[in-house]
């Protein structure tokens, strides 16, 4: 089933009750959800005795036979079925929602047993290490990585996380899972298109105002403005985008068995049934689903595009 080149989504964070409330409130009641907890994985499968440990080659397999999947707010499905949490069911990469269609329902012939998602709601890159570390004890055969928006939807542009920090973090994941797991291949998905999500939203009422409630200030907060100064602060953060993915891109090539989406996922023109309707910012079921093919597209190519 082909949905085709679409994928854009996001994720806003680790909310309280104020927030929660807030949002009913903007949304008039139409949702009810909880606040997403502090996130515990969702683990099919917790040993690997039995499965063997085979000595790279070098060579990228096009079928593994289990995925451990790694990020924020989008790979645990947050928003994606209810209000303010986690639906795990839902995510592109370990999910088994038949809407979906997950990655590991693409790849796996029982995806239930085989698959672990450890992405975590608010999550930035400086998580990431300790997300690969839990991943590398179960040795996967694949690694998806969905992150980076978060270090750019800071509470203001000074306090995005330095490219330099993010490559930091970056090297230290790969390096954990070579080290720990050498047998494990990664996928590498781009940081999604902030602006782009901006330019579709911002004439959209709901959307402003709920993105009015602290989602991404940096890029989305408010939203209507085009004046000088909020024309600049979107610009620095779109070229602080654009700085992750080019480290994303160029600590991955340099990495014996890693795999960049080539900027698939931010080069994507997302529309609106793709993004979630109780928060315009994570991707909805539609969204989940484009960002699957894509990874599916790019994990069974023979060979780098």
Known sequence: MTVGERVRSRRF?????????????ALGGAACGSEPEPAEETDSRRTVE???????????????ESIAALGDSITIGFDTCSLLADCPEASWSTGTSPEVESLAERLLADPTDATWNYAVAGSDMADLPGQAARAATHRPDLVTVLIGAND???????????????????ERSLRTLEHESPDTQVYVASVPDLKRLWSQGRD????????QLGICPTMLGDPAAVDAAATERRERVSARVDAYNAVLEEVCDAAERCRYDGGAVHAYRFTADEVSGLDWFHPSRKGQAVLAELAYERVTAPREP
């Open 204 to 211: 959209n009422a709901l959307a402003a105002r709920i993105w």
């Open 152 to 170: 750019a939807c800071a509470r203001d542009v000074a306090a995005m996380t330095p490219t330099d920090d993010f490559r930091a973090d970056f």
């Open 13 to 25: 964070g680790r909310r309280g009750a104020a927030l929660t409330a807030a949002l009913l409130l």
């Open 50 to 64: 039995g499965r063997p440990s085979p000595t790279p080659t070098g060579d990228w397999d096009t079928e593994p």
